[in-house]
């Protein structure tokens, strides 16, 4: 079975009817080239947790009408995840924001440290990568948003976070340690994470003093991993961890 096209609105609110006038431009062009047949349906989704259908009535050229046949909650996500990234360059950043996404993190941050590829006064579009993340929304039928926040934020920032901050450290690879190098966090219904990626050009040995004194230390394995592969293993393991001590 063919699954329905997903569009993300911010705010939607999810009339009985809906006509293309009612959407935004980008929404009305998409729903245009898919070129929907009578009795088709399409998925429309607010980004603060609910997923309406809609199925096409008439769809003509001059005419294009639908009714809601489902509207429903989704899943909240669980646990909250804080990620503070160093940011890599180009296509890997948009990789990791993509990845994020689909894994149900909760919100990116740029972590401002000293081999970070991506440097302050480089232009990063928190905008464009706020769309890249709302694309990945609507491919995985995600109902809430990721939020992507502007500017660049200190390690010490990073730290100050009143929850369990986890440090995703490459040094541990030497160990061949997937999981925690001490201490495990003890995890309750309401544990959120705050979670530490490094840049490709690793942690300083100020910056790792700085940080694994306050922290939950993560190893992924015997390899060093790039950004992204870091960020959605790190984090997948963290809703994992936290799904099976419910």
């Not at 293309?20 to 009795?39: F, I, P, Y």
């Not at 160093?86 to 924001?97: G, I, M, Q, R």
């Not at 039928?141 to 502007?150: A, C, K, V």
Request: net charge neutral; proline share 3%; charged share 25%.
């Amino acid at each position: 079975m063919k699954r329905a096209h997903a569009f993300l609105e911010r705010g939607f609110s999810f009339p009985e009817r809906l006509s293309l006038d009612s959407l935004s431009e980008s929404v009305r062009t998409h729903l245009k080239a898919l070129r929907l047949s009578e009795g088709e349906e399409f998925v429309m989704l607010n980004g603060q947790g609910s997923l309406g259908t809609y199925k096409v009535l008439e769809s003509k050229k001059n005419v294009f009408s639908t009714e809601r046949s489902e509207l429903k909650q989704g899943v909240s996500l669980s646990p909250v995840i804080h990620v503070y990234l160093a940011p890599p360059k180009n296509d890997s950043l948009e990789e990791t924001v993509r990845q994020l996404t689909e894994i149900g993190a909760s919100s990116i941050r740029f972590l401002s440290t000293q081999n970070v590829q991506l440097k302050k006064n480089e232009k990063l579009s928190t905008e464009r990568l706020q769309r890249i993340s709302d694309g990945a929304c609507e491919q995985c039928l995600r109902p809430h948003t990721l939020e992507i926040h502007s500017g660049f934020f200190s390690i010490e920032e990073a730290l100050a976070q009143k929850n369990h901050i986890v440090f995703c450290d490459e040094s541990l690879a030497e160990q061949n340690l997937i999981g925690f190098s001490h201490h495990v966090p003890k995890i309750t219904k309401d544990s959120s994470f705050t979670l530490l990626i490094g840049p490709e050009g690793g942690w300083t040995d100020t910056e790792r003093a700085q940080i694994k004194s306050k922290v939950f230390s993560l190893g992924l394995g015997e390899h060093i991993l790039r950004v992204p592969t870091a960020s959605v293993s790190a984090a997948f393991f963290l809703r994992l961890l936290y799904q099976q001590q419910q």
